[in-house]
């Protein structure tokens, strides 16, 4: 089945880091890369899975909208994050420091890119009309900084990360940049909120294999030509949270939430496949459950 799970990513992230973080124990951050994980020189290993149903776009940039689920994993092993959210895993390969300092993060990252590869999931049929896009792999890395105790409490945590990966199984042959600021606080034993932003600057190949209209495609589709350059293709911002139903914020059963919006720019927005066919203005809601062991 085709989703836009990119999309599912950030949210899911955001919420795990909520619900993976022991309030007035520690704090975690809601990072796009890994450290969404308690703090290990307090607690030790751990691991967090959950499953939410999300509702987001059939495309990136589609005004069509579907249910899909989002399994993920977060945890931390002898000091060192990982995640495994959707079709993105990554490690942090810094061990984290333990109390109110600063983290300084970096490790590599994988992603499975689904977007368009299955016109069955697609409404719209001037999208199908432009043809399946294969299944593409994006690989790199990313560093980070995060600094815990710095407003509501000595448990936040504020951080900020860039990451660039890029295709290596020939699909659109380029690469991505992601920079983003996430901040988490715990607000109680059983309740935290993180909200996070984050944009994204992709290379030509990306535009061209996602967001272009040839002639041809043009014919079949009845939208207009475009060619896309390469670029920021747009912003996200969102809120998520958690409340532990079982015990606390350390372990046990917890409810996850959250919400995005992004909004698609400059080619990426004017291009038809958005404007014509989809929307600048995308939304993502997910609620689910996890538990921590």
């Not at 249910?67 to 990554?90: D, K």
């Not at 942090?92 to 983290?103: A, E, M, V």
């Not at 309740?191 to 495609?217: C, M, N, P």
């Not at 939208?223 to 912003?235: D, E, S, V």
């Amino acid at each position: 089945m085709n989703v836009n799970r990119n999309a599912v990513r950030p949210l899911l992230v955001a919420a795990l880091a909520c619900l993976a973080a022991p309030a007035l124990a520690q704090s975690a951050s809601v990072p796009a890369e890994p450290n969404a994980t308690p703090d290990p020189a307090l607690v030790g290993d751990t691991v967090t899975v959950a499953v939410a149903a999300a509702y987001l776009p059939d495309y990136e940039g589609s005004n069509d909208y579907r249910f899909v689920p989002g399994p993920a994993a977060i945890g931390s092993f002898r000091n060192f994050s990982f995640q495994l959210i959707g079709n993105r895993a990554s490690i942090d390969l810094i061990p984290n420091p333990g109390g109110p300092r600063w983290d300084v993060q970096a490790g590599p990252i994988g992603v499975v890119n689904f977007n368009r590869n299955n016109n069955n999931a697609i409404d719209d049929r001037r999208i199908r009309a432009l043809g399946e896009r294969d299944i593409a792999v994006e690989l790199g890395g990313y560093v980070g900084l995060g600094k815990t105790g710095v407003i509501t409490s000595p448990y936040d945590k504020l951080s900020a990360s860039l990451s660039y990966r890029h295709d290596v199984s020939g699909v659109h042959r380029s690469g991505i940049w992601t920079p983003s600021v996430n901040y988490f606080t715990p607000l109680s034993l059983k309740a935290g909120v993180g909200l996070f932003a984050s944009a994204e600057r992709v290379e030509r190949g990306f535009a061209r294999t996602y967001f272009d209209v040839d002639a041809a495609q043009s014919l079949a589709s009845g939208l207009p030509q475009f060619r896309t350059r390469g670029g920021w293709k747009h912003w996200t911002a969102g809120l998520a949270g958690t409340y532990a139903l079982t015990g606390n914020l350390l372990k046990g059963w917890k409810a996850i939430g959250g919400v995005t919006y992004k909004k698609m720019l400059n080619d990426f927005g004017d291009t038809p496949v958005v404007s014509v066919a989809g929307s600048r203005s995308q939304w993502l809601a997910a609620i689910g459950v996890g538990y921590t062991f």
